[in-house]
């Protein structure tokens, strides 16, 4: 699982039992997977399609950094599906998981469009000549 962002947990992402509101979580979950999405698939013009049972495994508190791992497990011919881990950075343990988050690849008419990758590619890889 890979790691690339974190966020830092301010007053303004807090429920009114003053930890983490989990439609902030999601939001930003969403945003990491489509950005991870739109890099693996290179296509802007990825959608969330699915997301699968969300299991809330702890509480983040203001103050608190965490970070989001996300994971490609399956390249459809127009899809792609990520896992996902939120865990706290400094203790490690872990916030909230999903084990399904498909994206979409469309076409400049919306409609789904064949991507034609079956692994996980780096840009780094992409740009050697």
């Known amino acids: 699982m890979n790691f690339h962002t974190r966020k830092w947990v301010k007053p303004e992402d807090l429920n009114p039992n003053r930890t983490l509101f989990g439609g902030s979580l999601l939001r ?14 290179e296509n802007q013009r ?23 791992g996300m994971e490609a497990s399956k390249f459809g011919t127009t899809s792609l599906t990520l896992s ?20 979409v690849s469309l076409d400049e008419n919306g409609a789904p ?4 990758k079956t692994e996980v ?9």
Request: charged content about 25%; overall charge neutral; hydrophobic content about 45%.
């Open 84 to 103: 996902c881990v939120v865990r706290n950075k400094l203790t490690r343990k872990t916030i909230l998981a999903v084990d399904k988050i498909v994206f």
């Open 121 to 129: 590619t780096y840009v780094k890889d992409r740009l050697q000549s």
């Open 46 to 68: 990825c959608v969330t399609k699915y997301m699968s049972e969300i299991n809330f495994v702890s509480s983040a508190k203001e103050g608190d950094i965490i970070e989001l």
């Open 28 to 41: 930003w979950i969403d945003e990491e997977a489509a950005i991870y999405a739109i890099i693996q698939l």
């Open 113 to 116: 469009q064949p991507h034609g």
